[in-house]
Antibody
Framework: EVQVVESGGQLVRPGGSLRLSCVGS????????MNWVRQAPGKGLEWVAS????????LYVDSVKGRFTISRDNAKNSLYLQMHGLRDSDMAVYYC??????????????WGPGTTVTVSS | SSELTQPPSVSVSPGQTARITCSGD??????AYWYQQRPGQAPALLIY???ERSSGIPERISGSKSGTTLTLTINGAQAEDEADYYC???????????FGGGTRLTVL
């Protein structure tokens, strides 16, 4: 079965740091762009970051540039999101989503169940 | 960045046709996608490359694009189609992804 599963979400204080992980299975992880998408409580989807297969391209939404870092380890079928300087506005369910062999044209066709990041003092 | 605009809600009677629109200036130049998110679930890809159905999506669900407007059409709407629907595309550079605000479809 093709799937991705996120982990690492928890309660963190404003200004704190957190590292999210995502493990893929049932497909060749290294053949795909990978993405992080988040959804604040009661709100819509927001793209956060994308990473190319060999990490040579990393893209971010403006609101997280300089604070979040996307990375991957293809040998471990894993995607990561290192988050620093967390704000109230970062509180959300974070989804890992599989992309295609190229950034554009394929959409995000496999989604995990999400992991919840709560930012509160 | 490039914005995508969707109506907040659409209502349709069972068996009727539901149409959900998404408008954006970059749409003529960029591929777009549709996702369905049922309550309490993760999103699921319905349509890619403007009009292509993702694996397992029934033929009564289709996508189209004309100029700056993308349309998701659901023929013979059923109770199971009640969900939030999101369009997604990229800006002119192709390096910035964006989702529409989402449309809640009610079948009643």
């Amino acid at each position: 079965e093709v799937q991705v599963v996120e982990s690492g979400g928890q309660l963190v204080r404003p200004g704190g740091s957190l590292r999210l992980s995502c493990v893929g299975s049932g497909f060749t992880f290294g053949d795909h762009w990978m993405n992080w998408v988040r959804q604040a409580p009661g709100k819509g989807l927001e793209w956060v970051a994308s990473i190319k297969q060999d990490e040579s391209e990393k893209l971010y939404v403006d609101s997280v540039k300089g604070r979040f870092t996307i990375s991957r380890d293809n040998a471990k079928n894993s995607l990561y999101l290192q988050m620093h300087g967390l704000r109230d506005s970062d509180m959300a369910v974070y989804y890992c989503a599989r992309g295609g062999p190229y950034l554009l044209g394929y959409g995000m066709d496999v989604w995990g169940p999400g992991t919840t990041v709560t930012v509160s003092s | 960045s490039s914005e995508l605009t969707q109506p907040p809600s659409v209502s349709v009677s069972p068996g009727q046709t539901a149409r959900i629109t998404c408008s954006g200036d970059s749409l003529p130049r960029r591929y777009a996608y549709w996702y369905q998110q049922r309550p309490g679930q993760a999103p699921a890809l319905l349509i890619y490359k403007d009009t292509e159905r993702s694996s397992g999506i029934p033929e009564r669900i289709s996508g189209s694009k004309s100029g700056t407007t993308l349309t998701l059409t659901i023929n013979g709407a059923q109770a199971e189609d009640e969900a939030d629907y999101y369009c997604q595309s990229s800006d002119y550079s192709g390096n910035y992804m964006v989702f529409g605000g989402g449309t809640r479809l009610t079948v009643l």
